[in-house]
């Protein structure tokens, strides 16, 4: 089934649980459960086991009679679901015999992962709903969109990478994972190298549509015995075997349009550091590290990301202290709905773009930014805050496109 590469997911609408809903600790009703049958197969979510359960790869095709049928175990007075850009909340008709249906028309809703949300809870006022997170890959060929044009503040650059993935990411555009240097990142997740099984944590299993899992196994060794349980991916453009960049600027512009994953302590990333003055390596300190986007999920909930950016100086002697931030949007809903991630860079500044209006703008360090700066896009989780392993025991970053243009 093919799926025009430009008819991606529309506007999307927050689910906004904490207004419906009580939050306090579970009562007798904790047993409750529910689960989606149709048109995908999920686990049972509970109050102990909220959010994600499954994310199929089943494409589905759109239609105005579009229904979701499912099952519930225990009495529930209201079982609702969320679908972005068609309605904030459906109610869902329940049989009395453990099953449950909503119908909503999908006519309108652009080919693309879709995130969905189903909530259920008695009206009792002592305990939590039940959330089952799950994704649709949707097919609707009726709905597309133009190929976007140059950014604005890319105006007048080279482009030096430009990927929708058409095909899959691989060693002669990207590097994967590692320092260039060879070493690894710290974070609650290795990144998988090119000698690695890539294709567990990059998959497409839409035409040009990149999805980067982030996968929980409770049995893996961490090759650089840091215990973590956690693998997933990175796109990197600075090669770690001595080969150039694939894309580095000192002046330039960086885009992503993506939607973030779901989960508490989740911690996708948009940033970038430095090259040596050769451009083989990375630099040595002192260097200066940039970071557009670092999201941190903190609560299950969608809406409530909170979306950093700022600038560290490092030296010999460790991170030096935030040069210029970090510097917050809060209560941001990143998983609901693709957004655009920009970075415009110059000589003492970088200004931070979300869906084509500035968020921040923050100064450089005049004394260790002068050499070129290499990108790097991923999927991982921690960052300081602690990590809820979800049902499914993976969790998905998917990614539109990247677009670099260098000014130098």
Request: overall charge negative; some cysteine.
């Amino acid at each position: 089934m093919q799926i025009d590469r430009r008819s991606l997911l529309g506007a999307g609408v927050a689910a906004a649980a904490t207004n419906i809903l009580s939050t306090r600790t579970a009562g007798a009703g904790s047993d409750r459960s529910i689960a989606l049958a149709s048109p995908v197969v999920t686990g049972a979510a509970t109050v102990d086991a909220q959010g994600c359960v499954a994310y199929p790869d089943t494409i589905v095709r759109a239609g105005p009679a579009f229904v979701f049928a499912g099952t519930s175990s225990g009495e529930f007075k209201n079982i609702m679901i969320s679908v972005p850009g068609v309605s904030p909340w459906g109610t869902c008709v329940q049989d009395g015999k453990g099953g449950w249906t909503c119908t909503m028309d999908l006519s309108s809703v652009r080919s693309g992962p879709l995130n969905c949300r189903v909530m259920a809870w008695y009206d009792d006022w002592i305990e939590k709903s039940v959330d089952l997170d799950f994704t649709l890959l949707i097919d609707n060929p009726g709905v597309t969109r133009a190929d976007p044009p140059v950014p604005a503040p890319a105006a007048g650059m080279t482009p030096i990478l430009i990927d929708d993935f058409d095909a899959m990411p691989d060693d002669s555009r990207w590097a994967f994972g590692e320092r260039p240097d060879g070493s690894q990142w710290g974070s609650d997740a290795h990144f998988t190298t090119k000698d690695g099984d890539l294709a567990e944590v990059f998959q497409t299993p839409m035409p040009s549509v990149l999805r980067i899992r982030a996968v929980y196994d409770p049995n893996f060794k961490d090759p650089q015995g840091w215990g973590r349980k956690w693998r997933s991916g990175m796109l990197c453009t600075a090669h770690a075997d001595g080969r150039p960049p694939v894309a580095a600027f000192r002046r330039g512009y960086v885009e992503m349009r993506a939607i973030l994953p779901l989960g508490k302590g989740m911690w996708p990333s948009m940033w970038a550091f430095q090259l040596g003055p050769n451009e083989r390596g990375m630099k040595s300190n002192p260097g200066t590290e940039i970071d557009p986007l670092e999201g941190y999920c903190q609560t299950p909930d969608p809406g409530k990301y909170a979306l950093s950016s700022g600038a560290i100086e490092w030296t010999s002697a460790g991170k030096t202290g935030e040069v210029d931030g970090p510097r917050f949007k809060k209560n941001f809903d990143a998983t609901s709905d693709w957004h655009v991630y920009g970075a415009a860079v110059d000589e003492t500044s970088m200004v931070v773009y979300v869906d084509g209006v500035v968020t921040q703008t923050i100064r450089l360090p005049k004394s260790t930014s002068a050499d070129k700066f290499f990108w790097m896009f991923d999927n991982t989780l921690g960052g300081g805050w602690p990590v809820t392993v979800p049902p499914a025991r993976y969790t998905d970053m998917w990614i539109d496109y990247i677009r670099i243009y260098s000014a130098d």
